[in-house]
């Protein structure tokens, strides 16, 4: 299978139904407003930083979520910039008073990183990237907050690897790191793997097909019970994706539910189980107006249940991200377009908040675009230490090459 490339804001790798219609965002327009007037939550909200590319920063952090690390500075990865712009690890402490790059990424140990890290136990930074390493077909590395940076695996593709893994890791109970990969496997259509954290031991669990779902996009969650749940992009009983689980060692996988428009569609972001032992997610495409969903699968697995359907500019539309819990027990997430109808005219994005059950959305920010706002945001938020929000855009901020951002909020 071929090599598929994404760019950060953009869908590109695999084709939307009929109906379906993901555009990507120009938010630097000169045309961008900061729209109505905002809330008292909104008005908690601010960039800590505006990526600017080069030799000496990122830009366009794409998918890629932040991680807070035990020094309470916020890491996190760019699809661009950087000493050869294929990318960047970067740090931003709390406040934004601080940045850094840590690591510029070469052809040699893997390009364009287009999801985020993950904090390992032992205090590392676990990622992928998209392309690049020996075969050319991605890398999974470690790296040190001092910027000390190791490949753990290079992709090879083939029926017995993976290639151009698109989504974070997880570190598993057993210390091991789990994710996916968009192509590669048996079926060219994309795996589920395990890699020792010193990168010695690693093993296809799962080679995905068009009955699985394929092309996942999204990291595992590994459950109370030690079994890994995810999402494919798609695939499954009408083609628009599934969830699915896989046990530790490969030998369990079964599909749990395939998407049929109504409840959802392409599911780009992976789930989170949430405290009541139920797992959350959304979807990109389908619901109501076709602009995505927010849905839940039952703690026992027998059922989904739609909780929200998005519709553009109330409330945003296709949302990319997955879903947080806070500590207040509502789940938080982004839309990559929708809100603020100046900003352009599909919106540059929302911040939002759904109860649990879905009878409760509010939508907390509308991304403004422009040169002080961020615009497109397809990545997970983090809850800091500080009960603060904080997350990135593809688009924004001063050279409209992304932001990350801080949000406020008290219910």
Do not use: W
């Not at 795996?191 to 990168?199: H, I, L, Q, Y």
């Not at 799962?206 to 109370?224: C, E, F, I, K, W």
Request: with cysteine.
């Amino acid at each position: 299978m071929a090599v598929h490339e994404e760019k950060p804001g953009m869908k590109g790798i695999m084709p939307l139904a009929a109906g379906v219609v993901l555009t990507a965002v120009a938010c630097g327009s000169p045309t961008t407003t900061t729209g109505p007037s905002p809330s008292p939550s909104e008005q908690a909200y601010q960039v800590l930083h505006s990526f600017a590319g080069g030799t000496t920063d990122g830009a366009g952090p794409s998918s890629a979520g932040l991680v807070q690390g035990s020094d309470g500075a916020l890491y996190g990865t760019t699809y661009g910039g950087g000493a050869s712009d294929f990318g960047t690890v970067f740090k931003v402490s709390a406040d934004g008073s601080l940045f850094s790059v840590l690591h510029s990424f070469t052809l040699r140990d893997g390009y364009h990183p287009y999801a985020g890290l993950v904090r390992g136990t032992d205090g590392a930074f676990y990622g992928t990237t998209l392309q690049g390493g020996a075969a050319g077909v991605g890398t999974v590395f470690k790296v040190l907050a001092n910027g000390s940076f190791s490949i753990l695996h290079n992709f090879g593709g083939g029926s017995s690897d993976g290639a151009n893994p698109n989504a974070s890791l997880v570190q598993g109970k057993d210390g091991a790191l789990y994710g996916t990969t968009l192509n590669g496997g048996a079926s060219g259509a994309g795996t589920v793997f395990k890699v020792s954290a010193d990168g010695l031991f690693f093993s296809l669990l799962q080679s995905l097909d068009a009955n699985s779902g394929y092309s996942p996009r999204a990291a595992l969650v590994q459950s109370t019970d030690g079994v890994f749940y995810g999402t494919a992009y798609q695939g499954g009983t009408s083609g628009v994706g599934t969830v699915f689980k896989v046990s530790a060692d490969g030998s369990l996988f079964s599909v749990l539910h395939s998407f049929a428009t109504v409840n959802g569609a392409y599911p780009y972001a992976g789930l989170v189980q949430g405290s009541d032992g139920a797992f959350y997610g959304t979807t990109a495409g389908g619901g109501t107006s076709n602009v995505g969903t927010a849905f839940k699968v039952s703690a026992d697995e027998s059922s989904l249940s739609l909780l929200h359907s998005f519709d553009s500019l109330t409330n945003g539309d296709y949302p990319e991200a997955g879903l947080i819990q806070g500590k207040d027990g509502a789940f938080y997430g982004t839309t990559l377009q929708g809100g603020v109808v100046n900003c352009h005219d599909q919106g540059c994005g929302t911040v939002f908040r759904i109860s649990a059950d879905g009878s409760s959305f509010s939508v907390l920010h509308k991304f403004a675009g422009g040169t002080s706002d961020g615009g497109a945001s397809n990545a997970s938020l983090i809850q800091g230490t500080d009960g603060a929000f904080y997350g990135t855009t593809t688009q924004g901020g001063a050279s409209d090459k992304g932001v990350v951002f801080r949000l406020s909020y008290r219910p």
